[in-house]
T-cell receptor
């Protein structure tokens, strides 16, 4: 069975501080990992995906297969980063699993 | 492009009834996935449709069924509604190749 765990339901940082949103997963095969973001009163949207190894809005995420983690990081948080963040895993057969999300608040 | 569109936006049904939710995928997308999201939880995968067939299914009972049409749009049907089926139902579309999903704004289903 596949599982995604986001250990922090709430995370609060000050503007300009580094931020790390944790994501741990369990899956016996080779999954693809994603981060999705939901800003207030907007729909869920893709932030970044591991396969493209990209940086979006200053966020990066590194897949650590040894620790089965895919933490999301940003060196300098901005107030507009305040949102709900979901980590998701997808198998090559098309089955996806989402974590329960972390609400990030960036204080001025 | 309107992205993923879902209808209706809100729905109230009585326990035991049946409901059909609809989804039009983003232009260029051929794969549709459905999710159930309860309050305070992440989206739970119901099933995925590709080439008009159910490709993958999550841990949901047979009361939950779906369909994909030749134009890639999709329907989610839930029979014998239970109070616990009250949730936000999300549709997401993609194209094959792990590119990630584009989500609709959801249908809020309330079962009374």
């Amino acid at each position: 069975a596949q599982r995604v765990t986001q250990p922090e339901k709430l995370l609060s940082v000050f503007k300009g501080a580094p931020v790390e949103l944790k994501c741990n997963y369990s899956y016996s095969g080779s999954p693809e990992l994603f981060w999705y973001v939901q800003y207030s009163r907007q729909r869920l949207q893709l932030l970044l995906r591991h396969i493209s190894r990209e940086s979006i809005k200053g966020f990066t995420a590194d897949l650590n297969k040894g620790e089965t983690s895919f933490h999301l990081k940003k060196p300098f948080a901005q107030e507009e980063d305040s949102a709900m963040y979901y980590c998701a895993l997808e198998t090559n057969a098309g089955k996806s699993t989402f974590g329960d999300g972390t609400t990030l608040t960036v204080k001025p | 492009d309107a992205g993923v569109t879902q209808s209706p936006t809100h729905l109230i049904k009585t326990r035991g009834q049946q409901v059909t939710l609809r989804c039009s995928p983003k232009s260029g997308h051929d794969t549709v996935s459905w999710y159930q999201q309860a309050l305070g939880q992440g989206p739970q995968f119901i099933f995925q449709y590709y080439e008009e067939e159910e490709r993958q299914r999550g841990n949901f009972p047979d009361r939950f069924s779906g369909h994909q049409f030749p134009n890639y749009s999709s329907e989610l049907n839930v029979n014998a509604l239970l109070l616990g089926d009250s949730a936000l139902y999300l549709c997401a579309s993609s194209r094959q190749g792990w590119v990630g999903y584009t989500f609709g704004s959801g249908t809020r289903l309330t079962v009374v």
